[in-house]
């Protein structure tokens, strides 16, 4: 990663590469339609828990209630710079709308999982990418591995 910059914004622009690996933490997700929002996670005490806002974005996608419970059990150690919170978020917004079975369009899932934290982009699809800005705008690298 190369830091070029402070924004306006007060993000730093970027210039990095973005790589999946195979450590992943196991989260369960279930959504039931109620006429209140109401999120319940357990297994993970973390403050400003990324998982809890993507549902909460969600739902006030929908603009609808629903219940969205989900449980998680870490694998990918925290503060470790492996985007495991980010990837977490990123499921709930990929499982949700299949659940719900109330589609998201992939261009504002992009806009929402941006609004979460500059990398949740990047484990909304995975793989090889370069990153750009403050990491959101994602470029994807010839696979090298063939």
């Known amino acids: 990663m190369r830091v070029l910059y402070r924004r306006e914004d007060h993000f730093h622009e970027l210039r990095t590469v973005f790589q999946t690996i195979s450590l992943a933490d196991d989260l369960h997700i279930e959504y039931t339609q109620s006429a209140d929002a109401a999120i319940e996670i357990e297994g993970a005490n973390i403050p400003d828990n990324l998982i809890e806002r ?3 974005a ?3 996608e929908w603009g609808e209630g629903g219940t969205v419970r ?6 990918i150690p925290m503060g470790a710079g492996l985007g495991g ?3 977490d978020a990123a499921a709930v917004l990929l499982a949700l709308p299949v659940l719900a079975r109330r589609p998201i369009a992939t261009r504002r899932l992009l806009e929402m999982a941006a609004a979460l934290g500059s990398d949740v982009p990047f484990f909304l699809e995975g793989g090889a990418v ?3 800005g403050r990491g959101e705008e994602l470029y994807p690298l010839a ?3 063939g």
């Open 54 to 56: 993507a549902a909460r």
């Open 58 to 60: 969600c739902l006030a």
């Open 70 to 75: 989900c449980h998680l059990r870490k694998r």
């Open 85 to 87: 919170g980010s990837s």
């Open 130 to 132: 370069a990153g750009l």
């Open 143 to 145: 696979d090298r591995t």
